[in-house]
């Protein structure tokens, strides 16, 4: 097991309540599977829009990660 740091941006700091948190992960995992996990921690989480990086890399949620030192949580953003 081991500890990572989850990191929440934007709109997503007033849903959660924090700037960053712990999280204990068992590697390889399914990127989905820390999500849900992160989601039972925040269930407010779903009902909104955001990208996951993985060591400053987006990821998609099938993808399974070997290791990671930060899990983003990046909110939906435009910009031109």
Request: aromatic share 6%.
């Amino acid at each position: 097991m081991t500890e990572v740091t989850v990191r929440y941006f934007g709109p997503l700091l007033d849903v959660t309540g924090t700037a960053e948190e712990r999280l204990n992960v068992h590697f390889p995992a399914k990127l989905s599977a820390v999500e849900q996990e992160i989601r039972r921690m925040h269930p407010d989480l779903g009902e909104q829009q955001y990208r996951i990086a993985v060591d400053e890399t987006i990821c998609e949620r099938e993808e399974t990660i070997d290791r990671a030192r930060e899990i983003a949580l990046l909110p939906a953003f435009s910009g031109g």
